[in-house]
């Protein structure tokens, strides 16, 4: 049985509203002026980005592939507003901005805010973009320095536990929120940002929600300090109430239709279920494109990566390579960087090579959703649940709710065609 769901989201205009920022009582501030608002304004709206040759990050000529990425980046929804943007971030202290999922902010916002600082600040102030998940930070990091044309590591970097990809030159930094709150302990105020955003404040982590306590009290004493706080759902009301009244920006996402099949019966075995998919998908699909499988733990994922890997192996060359990855939290950094190697290419007889890249968690998804073409959910999760019977907690797999299970076709959608 099958049903194709088309998810429109409307598109809103911005709503944009004045909050003071107090007196400038600090000497860092006296540089401000509404004539360099005014100046970054106009940049915006009047400048062409393909006129620029030279790259004021690293001071080299642009590369082939860099306008290559701008041209697809100016398609993106938040693209278009880029101007309200700038006269937010720069009559406001503090940005609510909600962007649903493809519409290209956590890539576009922290590099026009990277812009309207190297504009705004005298001395060299960085940006910072906290991110949930270790995975998220690399992989987001690698895409906007392929985008701005300079090297991971250098320009852009990223830092994660255990590993720190930056240099002196780093002015663009994506970082989990635990790390930005190390950094707290060792500089109380930040002063080495000049914005902050804080991407998928939805998912209010235990990190997220501290640090929006400290950035609170940070904004009380570093006027200058530009705060964006960027979700993907649109109950913001909260965020913007408790900075204020801070204003909201809205931008739409892009919808692409998706199928969805549906077993007739409940799976006995969902894993064998799922691996039977997987191959069946691979060997009967001439379509290129990669496979993402929903699984419940470390465990699983391990055992169905080897399973399908021995079984696809055992067909022969007549059927294209398959290379199964897999992703989960405690994976080391090293092997995690798996997800983002090319697929294998096509065989002599032009059998599609892919790749399946096996997590546990739909924020995993989230990442890696822009190549995939098919994704396999088996509706079961593993959670700690508390039994008063045993007095205890436990791990336990459970059926999905009907909510639970409809985010990942409306958010899927939001990329490109999908099974």
């Known amino acids: 049985m099958s049903s ?85 971030l720069s009559e406001n202290q503090v940005t609510v901005l909600v962007g649903e999922t493809g519409s290209g902010k956590t890539t576009q916002i922290p590099q026009w805010c990277l812009e309207w600082v190297t504009g705004r600040y005298p001395t060299k102030k960085a940006v910072a973009c906290t991110q949930p998940r270790r995975v998220a930070a690399m992989s987001v990091a690698q895409r906007v320095s392929e985008e701005m044309d300079v090297e991971l590591g250098q320009e852009v970097g990223y830092s994660i536990r255990f590993e720190d990809c930056t240099s002196s030159r780093t002015v663009m930094k994506y970082m989990t929120d635990g790390m930005l709150l190390r950094e707290g302990m060792s500089d109380p105020l930040l002063e080495a940002y000049g914005v902050i955003l804080l991407d998928e404040a939805h998912e209010r982590t235990l990190a997220t929600d501290i640090l929006m306590g400290l950035l609170k009290e940070i904004t009380k004493q570093r006027l200058d300090l530009k705060i964006v706080v960027m979700s993907a759902t649109l109950d913001a009301g909260k965020f913007q109430d408790y900075f204020h009244k801070a204003p909201l920006m809205t931008v739409p996402g892009r919808t692409h239709p998706v199928e969805i099949f549906y077993t007739p019966e409940p799976e006995r075995d969902y894993l064998e279920a799922a691996i039977r998919t997987v191959i069946q998908i691979h060997m009967c699909e001439e379509i290129e494109g990669d496979i993402l499988l929903f699984l419940t733990g470390q465990e699983e994922i391990e055992e169905a990566c080897k399973r399908i890997q021995r079984e696809v192996d055992g067909l022969g060359p007549d059927v294209g390579e398959l290379r199964c990855i897999p992703l989960y939290s405690t994976l080391p950094p090293n092997l995690q960087q798996r997800i983002f190697e090319s697929p294998p290419p096509k065989r002599a007889n032009g059998a599609v090579g892919r790749k399946v890249r096996t997590v546990f968690e739909i924020q995993f998804g989230f990442v890696l959703f822009h190549y995939m073409v098919w994704s396999i959910e088996i509706a079961h999760l593993n959670n700690l649940c508390l039994t008063v019977t ?28 999908e099974k």
């Open 390 to 417: 045993l007095n205890g907690i436990f791990l336990s797999i459970y059926l999905v709710s009907h909510a639970c299970s409809s985010l990942f076709p409306a958010f899927f959608s939001q990329i490109r065609s």
């Open 4 to 88: 194709r769901h088309r998810i429109d989201i409307g598109e809103s205009k911005p709503r944009r509203s004045r909050f003071s920022d107090g007196p400038d009582n600090h000497a860092r501030d006296r540089s401000r002026s509404p004539d360099n608002h005014v100046k970054l304004k106009q940049n915006a709206s009047n400048k062409s980005p393909f006129t620029a040759q030279t790259n004021p990050y690293n001071g080299k000529s642009f590369s082939a592939k860099y306008f290559e990425l701008l041209r697809k980046r100016i398609k993106l929804p938040v693209w278009e507003y880029k101007e309200n943007f700038f006269q937010t």
